[in-house]
DNA sequence: GAGTGAATGCAACACGGTTGCGGTGAAATT
DNA sequence: AATTTCACCGCAACCGTGTTGCATTCACTC
């Protein structure tokens, strides 16, 4: 895998301490994490919370992160790999209701969907929501 | 169709002119509405925003109205009528990024999506956006 | 090392939505 | 009809997510 200096610099993005630690923890957490989900893991190092909101923008901006709206209203980024690539985003994903976390559905693609005459779809999403493995009581071993 | 007290009243909900108000807003627009659009039609008898808010959400949990989360973040709520019966949801949605209107996507079902073992699906949304052909300046008839 | 512009930090704001609480008014009871 | 009651509504204040404007700082270039 490739280190986040170089990921930001093939995209010529200066490679900053700040989006280098965003790289890393996105990459880290493996499914889409919310600007609060980031936030809080930067507990030694405090960041500024306006220059987070901008670093998770650039990422997204640039295609090194999608982003998914989850039904709290809030923006998830994520930057998992698949197969050694950069998830591409182009799937469903699930959000927990109970504890706030998202996971993406990568083993299925996004239907196609089919729009009144004259409509132009610049993207879409698939959201299920619900109660995670954790969070539902139902976990397959007890 | 019936009208709004009638529907108000089956549900055991006091049939208020406010609500009914909103229910006429609702049904008469044919689309999902957000809290603003619903705000701004009651442009001669002014309304509390937050008795709104609350006769938006108490519809919504009486099944009398479903929502929608649009990619800016704020809900969409529908009470249209297909085929006589009041228009159930489960279908996608197209939303226009230029004008911020909301289309229900009737002819078309909504996917079964797999989750990972253990997660338990309340709902799901499929969310199309872009350009409507007001927007799109690529209308069929000019 | 000086200059330059991008990146960051700070304060304040915008917007969607909620909470607490007090007043009003319609329905039920006497 | 008067009283009681309680849902409903309105007002003010607040919360969370995200943005804007501007000053400062930092890193790259020359």
Redesign the pocket.
Same mark, same amino acid.
């Given at each position: 895998m490739k280190n986040p200096e170089d990921l930001l610099r093939e995209r010529g993005?200066?490679? &900053?301490?700040?989006?280098k630690e965003v790289l890393r923890i996105l990459f880290g957490a493996g499914r889409p994490l +919310? *600007?609060?989900d980031t936030f809080t893991r930067f507990t030694e190092k405090r @960041?500024?919370? @306006? +220059?987070l909101?901008? &670093?998770l +923008?650039l990422l997204e901006e640039k295609g090194l992160v999608h982003k998914i709206?989850g039904t709290?209203?809030? *923006?998830h980024y994520c930057a998992h790999l698949v197969e050694g690539k950069k998830c591409p985003g182009n799937h469903p994903h699930f959000l927990c209701l109970a504890c706030g976390r998202m996971f993406c559905l990568e083993d299925q693609p996004l239907p196609t969907v089919q729009v009144p005459e004259g409509c132009v779809v610049e993207g879409k999403q698939l959201l299920a929501y619900g109660r995670c493995p954790s969070c539902s009581g139902t976990q397959p071993q007890g």
């Open positions: 993005i200066r490679p &900053t301490e700040l989006r +919310s *600007w609060k @960041v500024n919370k @306006v +220059s909101y901008r &670093t +923008s709206l709290d209203g809030a *923006w």
